[in-house]
């Protein structure tokens, strides 16, 4: 039977609106999250041949040829047994995402989204780019490990400036680095050599924007800061914003 993949995490309820409107339509939804491989999920792929493979939970059975749709939305990382060797561990997760989730990108159906397409937008500097490319005004922005090239940027912005983490760090322990404003006298610091960093120059706004694009479809929002910390960066004080 036709089959919709909800690949997130069980309490997301983006994808539970998703699969409440669709139990209106003559299609087989199930709801998986890649957090079931290997301990509560089963799978066998068979890559290069007519069968492409199947996953199996105590309560559900997908035959990976009968996917016609995949919401690939916010899956969480592969739980390994309790107790493996933190090596061990990092190296069964390297295989799980080349192994279960090398087969399951050779899904042939519509996918919300592709990861690889997902990988590729991620990357910050491609957005810019992008953006760029297209005809959108986008903030003077420098990527360096090199504090003085740091602090000639800032002398040429000859305003506020502001940092921006690529991505959040993946350890348990670690804060979640919002956008912040930086000291154009703190640029001299050593550490910048360590890896790279991104510097903004800080655009006064009223708003920020997200546009969702389904098809051709676009769908805008525009989040507006009620806090200072908002006004920096709306993810930072999520009851100040509407």
């Known amino acids: 039977m036709a089959t919709v993949l909800v690949l997130s995490y069980p309490e997301d309820e983006t994808a539970k609106m998703v699969v409440r409107h669709l139990g209106s339509h003559p299609v087989r939804v199930v709801s998986m999250d890649t957090a079931d491989f290997p301990m509560d999920m089963e799978f066998a792929g068979f890559p290069g041949s007519s069968r492409l493979g199947t996953l199996r939970t105590d309560t559900e059975t997908v035959e990976l040829d ?3 749709g995949v919401l690939y939305r916010r899956p969480t990382q592969f739980q390994m047994p309790p107790g493996m060797l933190d090596e061990h561990r990092v190296f069964a997760r390297v295989e799980a995402r080349h192994g279960f989730g090398g087969v399951l ?3 042939d159906a ?3 989204n592709h990861p690889s397409a997902i990988g590729h937008g991620n990357f910050n500097p491609h957005q810019l780019h992008v953006a760029a490319a297209v005809g959108l005004i986008v903030p003077r922005t420098l990527i360096t490990n090199s504090p003085e090239r740091a602090q000639k940027f800032a002398s040429e912005i000859g305003g506020p400036i502001v940092y921006k983490a690529f991505e959040p760090p993946k350890l348990p322990d670690e804060k979640v680095i919002y956008t912040t404003p930086v000291d154009p006298n703190e640029l001299d610091d050593p550490a910048i050599h360590l890896t790279a ?3 903004q120059e800080q655009i006064p ?5 997200r ?3 389904i098809g051709d479809k676009c ?3 525009a989040i507006h800061p009620g806090s200072p910390a908002a006004r920096v960066d709306f993810r930072a004080d999520y009851d100040a914003v509407r």
């Open 205 to 209: 706004k009223e708003f920020d924007a």
């Open 197 to 199: 960093h991104l510097f």
């Open 66 to 68: 009968d996917v016609v």
């Open 219 to 221: 769908f805008g929002v």
């Open 110 to 112: 519509r996918w919300v």
């Open 105 to 107: 990108t050779c899904v």
């Open 211 to 213: 546009v969702t694009m």
